[in-house]
């Protein structure tokens, strides 16, 4: 395991009594065209951490999200706190390539790495180079397949992301799940929350985070959203 650890600071939120605010820093997306400019790139994070965001993920896809690991690496350069990669994984190569770049954890979306000898691989390997693995879901039967598998925390992405955020997408998905997740895995909900009352909503369901990226990038003052929304995780567990 490596010093900084994401399941850490979702157990330390837990004891806590809140959600932990995680911001996915998303340079592009297909609904919303450029989100971050690469000039903008460090601002908007040295922003975010001012905004007391716990832990960050970044998209690595270049074609649809604007993401690299060159620009993850900039992130991970002045972000001490857990950084977490997602990618259409297709090799278990991209583990070792992630352990290089810096990464502290993985999302390994059922969705999207359907072989499962494949994901297994990849799990296993991840695993081996000190990085924790979040099993991403987006229905009661891959949430199943995620618990068998041992996962020991979970991204349900309220947005089906082989739809590639054209979706709405519904925090109501996170909502129903919730009762099903046994209390020693790690919840993190993600996608489609727009508002305060939409992190809030969430955060009382019993999500140990709030994985939030559009609303934060598109914020005018993306330091006093963070904050809101780290507020607004805890307030409404109270
Ligand atoms: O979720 C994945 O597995 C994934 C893989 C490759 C590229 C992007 C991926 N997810 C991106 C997201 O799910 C959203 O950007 C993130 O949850 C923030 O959503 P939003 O607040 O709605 O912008």
């Known amino acids: 395991m490596k010093d900084r650890s994401l399941c850490d600071v979702l157990a330390e939120a837990r004891r806590d009594g809140r959600a932990a605010l995680m911001v996915d820093v998303k340079c592009r997306s297909p609904r919303d065209g450029q989100l971050i400019s690469p000039e903008r790139l460090e601002p908007y994070v040295h922003a975010l951490l001012a905004g007391g965001v716990d832990a960050l993920s970044t998209p690595t896809d270049p074609v649809y999200f604007g993401g690299s ?31 290089e770049a810096g990464f502290d954890a993985v999302q390994l979306s059922l969705s999207t790495v359907t072989d499962p000898d494949l994901f297994q691989e990849m799990k296993s390997r991840a695993e081996k180079l000190g990085m924790e693995v ?50 020693d895995v790690f919840v993190i909900s993600e996608s ?40 607004g995780a805890r307030a409404w567990r109270r």
């Open 192 to 231: 489609a929350m727009h508002t305060t009352a939409d992190v809030g909503r969430v955060a009382g369901t019993g999500a140990d985070a709030v994985l939030v990226g559009t609303a934060v990038a598109k914020s005018a003052d993306p330091a006093a959203t963070a904050r809101e929304f780290r507020e």
């Open 134 to 183: 979040v099993v991403g879901v987006h229905s009661r039967s891959q949430l199943e397949r995620a618990i068998e598998l041992g996962a020991v925390a979970v991204g349900i992405n309220n947005r089906d992301i082989t739809a590639l955020e054209l979706d709405d997408g519904t925090v109501d998905l996170s909502a129903s799940l919730m009762s099903m997740v046994p209390d």
């Open 69 to 99: 690991v060159a620009t993850a690496q900039r992130i991970r350069r002045i972000a001490a706190v857990p950084l977490m990669r997602k990618e259409f994984f297709t090799t278990v190569a991209q583990m070792d390539e992630s352990e």
